[in-house]
């Protein structure tokens, strides 16, 4: 299955934030603290910081609700927006880029500005792609985008808000979820349990926001980091016992980890088979 098949599909199971319903709702917003919401309900999460003189928001949300988030935005504050920052290309996270991001600079890291074309084949002409830790200074505050490598995708990135101590994940979080791992784009789950273990570590006192799911601690961030080392080592077993990928998937049940699965596509026995793929894939 194309990675397009796979966004619409995740797209339409994950509800983000309240109750994980099992279909699309209208987009929420809900305040964190005075200066800082949460969008919800439009794919992924979706958050809005008030800098002082204008907005930073990471996140754009699905194509098809970006003119209702766009609404929210303004309801919290009528300040421009003039920064958005993408955490990775998947459309449910970049579909709201053309009108969110219509004035502001749109950041991304360089891997993800390389994998954005497909979901987006018209260049976002205002994209500023970044290699190295990057800060965006703002009036009262600055943002660090930190380029974490492949993980959830071949290229993520998290933003951190020091003020707030809030760490903004994209997908490198599912909270309670089973996740999507992109093995056609070059998603790595060995780095992604790297790249989790050390942002908890350094930030271990901050709240995490998952692309789906509800606000997280660094201990339940870790959790989803055992979640997938067990993962691993459970195929890795099973690819050298020489077991079929279909025989994985029936084999596998990770019943120590008690996940919310999404339909058909986001559960245990789909991240068996993309774990498979991607412990068994030319390197």
Known sequence: MKTYAYIIAFAYFLTAMTGLAQAPQS???EKLDSGLALIIGSGGNIIVYD???SLLVVDSGDKNTAAEVKALIAGFSAKPIMNLVITHYH???????EVIGKDAKVFCGQR???SLPKEHPRPVSNLVAFSVKTAIALDNDTVALIPLGPGHTAGDSVAVFPKAKVVACGDLFFNGIPPFIDVA???DTA???KIIRALAGEYPDFRFVPGHGPVGS????LKMADYLGALRDEVGKAVKAGKTREQAQNEIKLEAFTL????DFLTKKQNVGWVYDELTRKK
Not at 91 to 97: A, F, L, R, S
Not at 218 to 221: G, I, P, Q
Not at 260 to 263: N, P, R
């Open 260 to 263: 919310q699965e999404m339909g």
């Open 191 to 193: 780095n992604w349990i």
């Open 112 to 114: 993800c500005a390389q």
């Open 51 to 53: 800098g002082g003189g």
């Open 91 to 97: 459309d449910d996270h970049t579909g709201g880029i």
């Open 185 to 187: 784009d070059g998603s």
């Open 218 to 221: 660094a201990k339940d961030f």
């Open 27 to 29: 987009p929420k917003l």
